[in-house]
């Protein structure tokens, strides 16, 4: 009989053994979210970053290595960016009846993103690569990445950044939404969207389609004016 | 599924080229998105085609970020001297956005008479 010791050293050769863990640790987030009665802060994300973490630091394995596996769920997100086409399609008349609120709240949800946190981390000492990181973390993450390379930040920080921010907007939206007394749909998901990308798009897609439409819009036009706020709001705290 | 998954994959790269040729700011998916719609409006059919893997995909955007996540593990020792503050930032700026985000939308919406239907 093989030991042990041999197997795991042939599979952690290949890409197979990080694939498969992180499928089964997100199923395990998304049991757990489910059997929560869909509680915002039992968030699958989180909970498979966290159990995915925890085994690579208890294996001594480089993120590197886990990455190759990875790489084949991350490089999925360039074409599920391309299919938010099809709710934009499905919504187009919906969204072109609603044009003047769409731009009036993706300014002010994108200045108050990028200015409150610059302000906010700046106010606590910290600047240089860690600011520059900050600055797009509301945007999806392949403009993040892109924004945080061209003014000086670090893009794998970015990367996690971008992921708190996500997980972060999921967690609050709704009982900040609930707090405010918003019951538009159409303005819950487009902030959430503007706010929180990807993760906060996913998570206003589970609550209501019509939502979930209107933060995936959220989220493309901000990717847009995100590249071009951050870095000029980044100069003022330079 | 393979028709699909073959027109998404064709206006990531029609988008990665764009970007690239007329080098703009954006990210070619997000461009590749913007040509689908269009596509989509001069073929509706296109739109029959792309939609269940589309569904599919946005069902489950979530574990997409997963992989991106898990890169924490790299700046475990960065976040451990400014975590607390880049937390409280992340945190702050991401509710008060939602939340004004919200707001705006709303009032603008009722100022200009766009219903909710």
Known sequence: MTEFADIWSYLAQGPLVWLAATMAAYLVGDMAFRASGRKPFVNPVLIAVVLLAATLWTTQTPYATYFEGAQFVHFMLGPATVALAVPLYTHRAIIRKTIFPLVAALLAGSLTAVVSALFIANAFGIEGVTLASLAPKSATAPVALGVSEAVGGSPTLTAVLVILTGITGAVIATPILNLLRIRDWRARGFAVGVAAHGIGTARAFQVNEQAGAFAGVGMGLNALLTAILAPLILTFFQ | ?117
């Open chain 2, 1 to 117: 599924m393979i028709q699909a998954l073959t027109l998404l994959l064709s206006f990531q790269l029609i988008g990665e080229v764009a970007a690239r040729a007329l080098n703009l700011p954006l990210p070619g998916p997000v461009l590749g998105m913007l040509a689908l719609v269009s596509l989509f409006i001069l073929l509706p059919r296109a739109q029959e085609i792309a939609r269940p893997v589309a569904t599919a995909l946005l069902a489950n955007l979530s574990l997409l970020f997963v992989p991106a996540g898990v890169g924490i593990v790299g700046h475990l020792d960065r976040l451990g001297n400014d975590g607390a503050p880049i937390l409280l930032a992340i945190v702050v700026s991401t509710g008060l956005a939602i939340g004004v985000g919200a707001v705006v939308f709303s009032a603008v919406a009722r100022f200009a008479g766009v219903r909710d239907d």
